[in-house]
């Protein structure tokens, strides 16, 4: 009964191809995030969604897009990518987004080729 | 901007050594600060605080906010292998956005 599961778990691609990875939680929180971690374990927001509103939009290439079908998912689009965009990326959920506690999926490692 | 830094960097220490690992922050309007374990995979949660000198506690692991001077620490009693990560703390002000720190790598040796 995983509560945050990340689809895929590793994703190898070339530069300029377009990918997505998928998100589910079922906790029944409202919020759901993006994060990324580099090669040197920085983890740092990029966008987060309320209840499928976009309450976190961190500066990000806009080659990233996310979308929230309902609560319970965020997926994360990503355009022509790039050898810089080779990182760990983590969904995560909370119920409310002021500074609770967050669950974090198993994570999904992009290497772009 | 909203700042956290982790201390040390990384520590190697002997199973039943205690040890203690320190966060300092910056942030605008302070609403929690959150302890994360992360191994080889998805960071685990720890602890949430947002109340100075109330100590949160799980069984060797225990951790206390001092809001006046802008710090958490945390506390690892008997350590054990199983307690080799790297741990992270996080702080959540105004933006509501959760600032990481680079986290301290604990290594514990048998």
């Known amino acids: 009964d995983t509560a945050v599961s990340q689809t895929p778990k590793y994703l190898v691609t070339q530069m300029g191809n377009d990918k997505s990875i998928k998100c589910e939680q079922n906790l029944g929180h409202d919020t759901m995030y993006w994060y990324k971690q580099d090669s040197k374990k920085f983890l740092k927001i990029m966008f987060s969604?309320?209840?499928?509103?976009?309450?976190i939009n961190e500066t990000v290439p806009n080659r990233f897009s996310p979308k929230s079908p309902d609560k319970a998912h965020l997926n994360l689009h990503i355009n022509s990518l790039e050898l810089g965009d080779s990182a760990v990326y983590f969904c995560a959920s909370s119920q409310g987004y002021a500074g609770n506690e967050q669950y974090f999926g198993p994570g999904t490692r992009l290497t772009v080729t | 901007e909203d700042k956290v830094v982790q201390s040390p960097l990384s520590l190697v220490v002997h199973e039943g050594d205690t040890v203690t690992l320190n966060c300092s922050y910056e942030v605008t309007n302070f609403r929690s600060l959150l302890w994360y374990k992360q191994e080889k995979k998805a960071p685990t949660f720890l602890f949430m605080l947002?109340?100075?000198?109330i100590e949160k506690k799980s069984g060797r692991l225990s951790s206390i906010l001092d809001k006046k001077e802008l710090f958490s620490i945390l506390n690892i009693t008997a350590t054990q292998t199983g307690d080799s990560a790297v741990y992270l703390c996080?702080?959540?002000?105004?933006?509501?956005?959760?600032?990481f720190g680079t986290g301290t790598l604990l290594a514990v040796q048998p």
């Open positions: 996080a702080v959540c002000g105004a933006t509501n956005k959760l600032i």
């Open positions: 947002t109340s100075s000198g």
């Open positions: 969604y309320n209840n499928k509103e976009l309450i």
